[in-house]
C-alpha cells in the first residue's frame, strides 16, 4: 500500500426531512449572505427551493438566487455567478441539486476569490483559496456532495474539464434519499453507472497489496448491484434510494481509493462524450467501461479475474484466467444494458466520423502530452482503438 493523506473534511447530514436543515447548517459554517444555485427547474417543481428558502429565513440568512445549471455544466453560468456573489457580497454558496449544480457551485466559489479566469483552475492551476460550499443532494451519482472535484465544460470548443482539491470538498451535504424519488428512470441508471464506474476507477490499481480498499470497492458494488433492481421496480423504496445514496458517497470521497494508484482513463475517454455530444455522463461511461476494460485486460488479467470472481460471482477458469476476466467484464454490460443504458455509440447518439476529433481532443487538448495515463498508458492510437470498440 503506498503513503497517504486522507481528509473528508464534509459535515454529512443523512436521512429524510433534513432539507429543512439547511438554514442551520449554513448558519453552523458561518454563512451570512447567501447563493442557491440550481439546475434547470426540477427542484423548483418539487418545492424543494421553497424548503430551502424557508429554512434560510427561518435562521434571518439572507438570500439571492441563480438557476438554470445545465447537466454537463457550462462555463457561462459560472463567470455569472462569479460576477454575481462579487456585485452582492455573497460568503456561502448552496448547491441544490446533482453533481452539475454542485460542481458549477464549486467553480464558482474558486473563482470569486481568483483574481484571473476561473478556468486556470480547469488547466492546472491550483486553486488557493474559495468561498464554502454547502449541498442538498437530488440524484446519487457523481459523488460530488463529498468530493473535492468541479467538472466544466467550456462553451468555446465544448470540451469538459476537470479540477480536484480538497479546498472545495463541501462543508456540509444534506442527503435526503426521498428527494430522489422524483427522478426519471434514465436518470437513476446514470447515477448508478457513475457510482460504480467510481468504484471500477479505483479498483483499477497498480498498487500491490490493497485488501481493505479492494474489500471496500467490491462490497459497494455488491451492494449497488443488489440495490439497483429494487430502484428501478419501484422508484419509491427509500431503503434502496438510501442504499443507493451513501454508497455514491462513499464511492468518491476517496475513502476506496487511498493508498493505490488509481485510473481515470475512463472518466477522461467519456468526458470527451458529454462534453461533445451532451449525452449524461453516466450514459456516456456505460458505453465506455466495457470498451476500456476488454482494451486494458491484458495488462492486469489476474485483478479483472478477480473482480469478476468476487462480485459479478463468475466462476474461475484456473487454466485460463482470461475467460474469467472477459465474462465479469460481460457481466458488466449486461447489467448496465438490464438498468436502461445505451451499449454503443449509437444508442448514445455519438458518432463514428468524429473518433479523430475526439482521440485529439483527448490526448492533446487543453495542453495534454499526447496521452492520457493511469492504470495503462493510452497513446492516440489505442484511443482511437477504444472509441471504435464502442462503435
Ligand atoms: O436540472 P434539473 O432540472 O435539476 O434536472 C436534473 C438533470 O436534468 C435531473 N435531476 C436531478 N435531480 C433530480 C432530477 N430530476 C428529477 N428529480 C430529481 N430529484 O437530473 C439531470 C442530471 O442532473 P446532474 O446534476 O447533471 O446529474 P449528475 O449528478 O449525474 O451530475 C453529472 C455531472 O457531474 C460530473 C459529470 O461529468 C457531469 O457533468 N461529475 C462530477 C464529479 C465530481 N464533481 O466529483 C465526478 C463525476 O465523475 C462526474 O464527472
Ligand atoms: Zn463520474
Not at 478556468?119 to 488557493?128: F, M, R, T
Not at 448508478?192 to 490493497?210: C, G, Q, S
Not at 449524461?280 to 491484458?298: D, E, I, K, N, R
Not at 448496465?336 to 454503443?344: C, D, T
Request: glycine share 10%.
Amino acid at each position: 500500500m503506498d503513503n497517504f493523506i486522507f481528509t473528508s473534511p464534509t459535515y454529512f447530514v443523512f436521512g429524510k426531512d433534513t432539507e429543512n436543515k439547511a438554514g442551520e447548517m449554513v448558519k453552523k459554517f458561518g454563512g451570512t449572505k447567501v447563493l442557491i444555485h440550481y439546475g434547470g427547474g426540477s427542484a423548483v417543481k418539487s418545492g424543494l427551493i421553497d424548503r430551502v428558502k424557508a429554512s434560510l429565513d427561518k435562521e434571518n440568512i439572507p438570500y439571492i438566487l441563480l438557476g438554470g445549471v445545465q447537466p454537463n455544466p457550462r462555463s457561462g453560468l459560472v463567470y455569472e455567478g462569479i460576477e454575481l456573489c462579487r456585485k452582492e457580497n455573497i460568503d456561502f454558496i448552496l448547491a441544490v441539486g446533482g453533481g452539475s449544480a454542485i460542481d458549477s457551485s464549486k467553480a464558482i466559489a474558486g473563482g470569486v476569490l481568483y483574481d484571473g479566469d476561473f478556468w486556470d483552475h480547469h488547466s492546472g492551476k491550483s486553486v488557493e483559496k474559495a468561498l464554502p460550499v454547502g449541498t442538498v443532494l437530488t440524484i446519487a451519482a457523481a459523488g460530488s456532495e463529498g468530493s473535492g472535484n468541479t467538472v466544466i465544460t467550456h462553451e468555446n470548443g465544448m470540451f469538459k474539464r476537470g479540477c480536484r482539491t480538497d479546498i472545495l470538498r463541501p462543508k456540509f451535504s444534506i442527503l435526503n434519499p426521498e428527494l430522489t424519488c422524483t427522478l426519471p428512470p434514465f436518470q437513476t441508471a446514470c447515477g448508478i453507472t457513475d457510482i460504480m464506474a467510481h468504484l471500477y476507477e479505483r479498483y483499477l490499481t497498480n498498487t500491490k497489496d490493497v485488501e481493505v480498499t479492494d474489500r471496500l470497492i467490491e462490497g459497494l458494488l455488491l451492494s449497488v448491484i443488489n440495490e439497483a433492481p429494487k430502484v428501478m421496480k419501484n422508484p419509491q423504496d427509500y431503503n434502496a434510494r438510501a442504499n443507493i445514496m451513501w454508497a455514491g458517497t462513499l464511492a468518491h470521497n476517496n475513502v476506496c481509493g487511498v493508498g493505490r494508484t488509481q485510473d481515470w482513463t475512463g472518466h477522461s475517454i467519456e468526458h470527451e462524450l458529454s462534453g461533445l455530444y451532451d449525452c449524461a455522463h453516466g450514459a456516456g461511461l456505460a458505453v465506455t467501461m466495457p470498451a476500456l476494460f476488454s482494451y486494458v485486460l491484458g495488462h492486469d488479467v489476474a485483478r479483472f479475474a478477480q473482480i469478476a470472481v468476487r462480485v459479478w460471482g463468475c466462476q474461475m477458469d484456473f487454466a485460463n484466467p482470461e475467460i474469467t476476466a472477459r465474462k465479469g467484464i460481460e457481466a458488466l454490460r449486461q447489467f448496465l444494458i438490464s438498468i436502461g443504458m445505451p451499449k454503443n455509440f449509437e444508442e448514445l447518439g455519438a458518432k463514428e466520423e468524429d473518433i479523430p476529433y475526439l482521440v485529439d481532443a483527448l490526448c492533446c487538448g487543453n495542453g495534454r502530452p499526447g496521452y492520457i495515463e493511469g492504470f495503462v498508458k493510452l497513446d492516440k492510437n489505442d484511443c482511437e482503438k477504444i472509441y471504435k470498440l464502442m462503435v
